[in-house]
């Protein structure tokens, strides 16, 4: 049984086996957490996955008789946190769900019309005995019905997808998982899930500040629950949020016979030659949730593909599409790439960086066949342009 605080308990479930969430890929693993807490009345935080229901029901009943939980409280309608409603509310046939409005509107299409939920617009607290909930909606943190849910009197969120992380772990607390991992993966999943709403978390975070609103505890529903370093998480969330340029950069490629590699390479010794810290990632081998992960803090984004058949090479669609979704901000960057004959390829490219406003540095570099060792010269200083472009950048804040 694991205690949140007296009388809240976590009674979630950890999905070890996931790799794919959605396009993201999930190296290890996730957990759907949901919460109990026994007053005079119970309240029950967020289902789980539809596959995880018994698991869910078993934790609940090692507490407390399902029977007699009273309000069932629905952060949020993606099936992650939802997936488990019809039988948990089979199994607690007494409790009320209430949700957001446009929540209640999306579980009725997932999961039937006859479902009865008292919209938060009716009810935007409810009173426990000791303890009381306020929720609050936050709409785009993850979805439009996505809300978070207060507990004054502990001073405790319940965050939902906010400051959460896809981590598998037999630790429940922030302070019962190595650090960097907890950062590490704290950080990919901002990328991938929370990035393309980064004004929207700023607005937050003020607010938040603004209010003076006691938070000790954040309890997400993905990973571990923060009790100990919540200035670490809300600072990082900050600085994500802020999308300020770091002295990093990342060169994307894909290549069919490596010319397009070489000049992926020069590229990168170019730009480490500038003075930054550069990540060179071959779209055959890495995942493009990894890519995301790795722009999140950088200052630089290049991208090179051969031509094959009139087009950018596949992979290099997938990753630049997926980026396109992110809108990652404030990226300085280059196109590259080799071709036969059509060599359409990088102005297609190059065309996908102005998508979500790559400012690029000098022209685009095309070069047919192979780059001899003067377009790998120039790839080079194209990499150094880059890596100055940065550096002023940062240096005028
Ligand atoms: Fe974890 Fe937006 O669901």
Redesign the pocket.
């Known amino acids: 049984m694991v205690i949140v605080k007296e009388g809240i308990y976590w009674v979630g479930t950890v999905d070890w086996s996931i790799r794919n969430f959605h396009g993201y890929v999930t190296h290890r693993g996730t957990s759907y957490n949901s919460y109990l807490v026994v007053d005079e009345k119970v309240a029950l935080i967020d289902f789980v996955k539809a596959p995880f229901a018994e698991e869910q029901l078993a934790r609940i009943s090692e507490v407390i008789d399902p029977k007699k939980v009273d309000y069932i409280v629905a952060n949020?309608a993606?099936p992650?946190?939802s997936g488990s409603i019809r039988r948990v509310m089979e199994v607690c046939p007494n409790a009320e769900v209430i949700a957001t409005e446009r929540c209640i509107n999306t579980l009725l299409k997932y999961y039937g019309g006859d479902l009865k939920i008292t919209p938060i617009e009716k009810k935007p607290t409810i009173k426990l005995g000791k303890r009381s909930l306020a929720f609050v909606p936050v709409p785009m943190a993850?979805?439009p019905d996505s809300m978070v849910s207060y507990m004054p009197e502990e001073k405790l969120l319940f965050s939902n997808?906010a400051f959460g992380q896809h981590l598998a772990s037999s630790g429940r607390f922030d302070d019962e998982v190595d650090e960097a991992e907890l950062f590490r993966h704290g950080a990919k999943y901002y990328a991938n899930i929370l990035l393309p709403y980064s004004p929207l978390v700023l607005k937050l975070l003020e607010r938040v500040a603004a209010s003076g609103l006691a938070i000790e505890v954040i309890a997400p529903?993905?990973g571990p629950v923060w009790r100990k370093d919540l200035a670490g998480i809300l600072g990082r969330y900050g600085r994500w949020a802020a999308q300020k340029p770091t002295d990093k950069a990342v060169v994307v490629y894909a290549t069919m016979w490596k010319s397009t590699e070489w000049m992926a390479r020069a590229m990168a010794e170019g730009i480490a030659e500038g003075g930054l810290q550069v990540k060179l990632m071959n779209m055959d081998e890495v995942h493009r949730s990894d890519v995301a992960f790795e722009i999140l803090e950088a200052g630089a984004l290049c991208a090179g593909s051969p031509t094959l058949n009139n087009n950018l090479l596949p992979q290099m669609a997938d990753v630049l599409t997926y980026l396109k979704g992110l809108r990652p901000a404030g990226l300085v960057g280059s196109a590259f790439g080799s071709f036969g004959w059509s060599g359409e390829s990088v102005k297609q490219v190059q065309d996908c960086l102005g998508d979500f406003k790559v400012e690029t540095v000098g022209e685009a570099i095309r070069v047919k066949h192979a780059p001899d060792r003067d377009t790998l010269a120039l790839c080079r200083q194209q990499g150094r342009l880059v890596a100055a472009a940065v550096k002023e950048r940062i240096a005028r804040g």
């Open positions: 949020h993606e992650d946190h993850h979805w997808d529903d993905h």
